[in-house]
């Protein structure tokens, strides 16, 4: 980590987690929601959707001020995710970032911000780059 690093308050995986996501989306993958054929599988246990652990670390994002929700204009891009080790129920998540700014021709902030997902054993479970656009010269209700 550099200087310029941050990191995220925690948010636990629970059971509900996975019910709720498995509901949102469909995806009720007997990985997630099948307790018994889950032991049988390569992780011995349910996890957490890869796109439910993407999705909580952006909420743990825009929670610790990373996206600045008065400025935000648009997401662009979601790049390069990696998930690296599964997410279980139980398991705390903090999130690792750093911002880079910069203004587009028209005026816009370009936010790049380049994260990477731990668990509570410090572990990374994921990395990816998230880019959005920022309106120009609003003022942070967060500090980053």
Not at 53 to 60: M, P, Y
Not at 61 to 66: K, V
Not at 67 to 72: E, L, S, V
Not at 80 to 101: H, M, N, Q
């Amino acid at each position: 980590m550099t200087a310029e690093d941050k990191t995220t308050e925690g948010r636990t995986i629970t059971e509900t987690d996975l019910v709720m996501f498995s509901y949102f989306t469909g995806d009720w993958t007997y990985l997630h929601t099948d307790k018994e054929m889950a032991e049988k599988s390569i992780f011995g246990e349910r996890v957490a959707h890869g796109y439910l652990t993407l999705s909580v670390s952006l909420g743990l994002m825009i929670r610790s001020g990373a996206i600045n929700t008065d400025a935000f204009m648009a997401l662009k891009s979601i790049e390069r995710v990696s998930f690296l080790k599964p997410v279980k129920i139980g398991d705390t998540l903090t999130v690792s970032y750093s911002a880079e700014r910069r203004k587009s021709k028209s005026g816009s902030v370009v936010v790049t911000l380049s994260s990477k997902t731990f668990n509570q054993r410090k572990e990374c479970v994921m990395e990816f780059v998230t880019v959005h656009l920022e309106k120009k010269e609003i003022k942070r209700r967060y500090k980053l």
